[in-house]
Structure formats: structure tokens, C-alpha cells
């Protein structure tokens, strides 16, 4: 059984910086792709990132220029946010899969770690 858990969530003001960590538990292999995800309040599950196991990376168009996805290893994914905004605000979850670059089908799911950007 494979478990994801995020990291890095917290409070932060408009322009401020945070980056997100998340780590696989368990007996890991073969996961090719990971990535990120936000939950806003209200709003449904959306993807911000992915990253798979050559270093190939796609951003949501609200990530683009602000957010950098990286890979320390093969269970390991990280989120750089900068710049960040009010709408940034919710739920960021991690997830990885072990059959496609697609993390919007990943099997593995974290639990969430919260981010708040309020001044």
C-alpha cells in the first residue's frame, strides 16, 4: 500500500512564497508520474502540475510562471509557489501513479496539507 503525505502547507501574505513537499510511504516502485492539486474552498479538485519520471513537466495555466514542480527522487515531489495570491488559498493535494503521465487518474492520493493566503 502506497501513502502519500504533503508537507509545507501554512499561512502566508499576497506575494509571499511557500513550497510543498509530499513523500511516498511504504514499498514505492514504478511511479512515473506525480503532481498537484488544489481544492479552493467551494470549488471542486483541480490540477496544477505534474511531473514524470524523465523530468517532464505540465502546469495548469493558473500555475504557469509562479509554481515549479521538482522530483528529488522517485517518491518524492515537490511545489514551489511564489507569487502567490488569494485564490491560491485551499487544500493542495499530492498524487502519483504508476501507469501514465495523466495524475488526474492517479491511484495514490495524499491527504491534503492547507495553504492560506490572507493579508
Known amino acids: 500500500q502506497v501513502e502519500l503525505v504533503e508537507s509545507g502547507g501554512g499561512s502566508v501574505q499576497p506575494g509571499g512564497s511557500l513550497r510543498l513537499s509530499c513523500g511516498g510511504l511504504?514499498?514505492?516502485?514504478?511511479?512515473?508520474?506525480m503532481g498537484w492539486f488544489r481544492r479552493a474552498p467551494g470549488q471542486q479538485l483541480k490540477f496544477l502540475a505534474s511531473?514524470?519520471?524523465?523530468?517532464?513537466t505540465n502546469y495548469a495555466d493558473s500555475a504557469k510562471g509562479r509554481f515549479t514542480i521538482s522530483r528529488d527522487d522517485e517518491n518524492t515531489v515537490n511545489l514551489q509557489m511564489n507569487s502567490l495570491k488569494s485564490e491560491d488559498t485551499g487544500v493542495y493535494y499530492c498524487?502519483?501513479?504508476?501507469?501514465?503521465?495523466?495524475?488526474?487518474?492517479?491511484?495514490?492520493w495524499g491527504r491534503g496539507t492547507e495553504v492560506t493566503v490572507s493579508s
Open positions: 498524487a502519483a501513479t504508476r501507469y501514465s503521465d495523466d495524475v488526474t487518474r492517479a491511484e495514490y
Open positions: 511531473i514524470n519520471v524523465y523530468g517532464r
Open positions: 511504504g514499498t514505492i516502485s514504478g511511479l512515473r508520474a
